[in-house]
């Protein structure tokens, strides 16, 4: 695989040149009120990338945090599947092509890549940032209203991120049915939010019901072990904080934690994470609380102490979003 950092890192320093002549003030204001309009939870009808400022200045600041909310969900999904690596992708609603980027970090080697998306801005701008990435270079950015209408071509993998929040109920629907009628393998991702986490549990039932089985995160393609209403799956991908970052949320951290829900799903043969870290490793005195999901489909808390020995060194490295045991340890911890 590539290393994930070199391509994150290009892809700050390229997006950082696209915000040249651009004034702060007027960068800020424009991704205030593109924040506002994409955390609404009423759908829209038209693209709310408008123009070549509001691209700019939402990519800055969006694009590197969907960059790794999206490369976290395909790396847990390549792990899944050793042995695959996508011949072709459609990133559908994709925008400025984040996904694109995050496809590249994950498997090595060129492949047709389409972008799907109903803003020509969006994909205008998105067409020559992918010029400093040479596996992005002859990619095709297609305008294309995304909804029930919308044909997918055949493909090896579909990615949908940050989208299913923009449609209405019925245009999800079609946009993941369409998805699975085109491609071997789906990876969505939403905001790691309650109702990103509910959009998500719809797609996953419909992939399912499609014949395909969950690679990531759940270890299990059976139903999700959270009561309606109780909780709900998220992960949190680290991103590093631009100044432009700071400027809108003010703050001085280099990073924030991007919070998001995803499901992974295949046609291919898949092995699935024994379990997945589902939380925030709690680190104390001699110990590691661990809660699972896992493939018995139940929730649980494991206690991994230090007389585990190695699991214990590998327990307190262990992050949320993990699949646990590590790869080649099958002890068990009750």
């Not at 990338?49 to 790396?75: I, K, N, Q, W």
């Not at 020509?120 to 992005?136: C, V």
């Not at 369409?178 to 905001?191: G, L």
Request: charged share 25%; aromatic share 6%.
């Amino acid at each position: 695989m590539n290393a994930p950092a070199s391509a994150a890192d290009t892809l700050r320093s390229t997006l950082a040149g696209v915000l040249d002549g651009l004034p702060p003030r007027q960068a800020a204001s424009a991704v205030e009120r593109l924040i506002s309009n994409y955390r609404g939870d009423t759908p829209t009808h038209a693209p709310i990338l408008r123009d070549r400022a509001d691209v700019a200045a939402y990519a800055a600041y969006r694009m590197p945090a969907t960059f790794e909310a999206v490369r976290a969900a395909l790396e847990a999904f390549a792990d899944a599947v050793p042995q695959w690596v996508p011949g072709s992708h459609v990133d559908i609603g994709g925008g400025t092509g984040a996904a694109t980027w995050a496809v590249a970090a994950t498997w090595d080697g060129e492949r047709p890549v389409t972008v799907l998306d109903w803003a020509e801005p969006a994909l205008a701008l998105g067409r020559e940032i992918a010029g400093s990435h040479p596996a992005l270079r002859g990619a095709a950015w297609r305008r294309a209203r995304i909804g029930a209408a919308l044909e997918v071509p055949e493909t090896d993998l579909v990615t949908v991120s940050y989208v299913l929040n923009e449609l209405s109920e019925p245009d999800r629907a079609a946009l993941v049915d369409a998805a699975a009628a085109a491609a071997r393998s789906v990876v969505i991702v939403e905001a790691g939010t309650p109702a990103g986490y509910e959009r998500i549990i719809e797609a996953r039932d419909r992939l399912i019901a499609a014949g395909f089985r969950v690679a990531a995160p759940c270890p299990h393609s059976a139903a999700c072990p959270i009561v309606p209403g109780t909780d709900w799956c998220h992960f949190a991908a680290r991103v590093s904080r631009s100044s432009l970052h700071r400027q809108v949320k003010g703050g001085s951290l280099a990073y924030e934690d991007e919070k998001f829900s995803y499901v992974a799903a295949t046609r291919l043969p898949v092995e699935p994470a024994p379990a997945r870290i589902v939380r925030r490793p709690q680190i104390r005195k001699g110990q590691v609380l661990l809660d699972l999901c896992e493939a018995d489909e139940r929730l649980c808390r494991t206690t991994v102490t230090k007389r585990h020995g190695d699991l214990y060194k590998a327990a307190r490295d262990a992050e949320w979003g993990d699949a646990w045991p590590p790869p080649g340890d099958d002890q068990a911890v009750s």
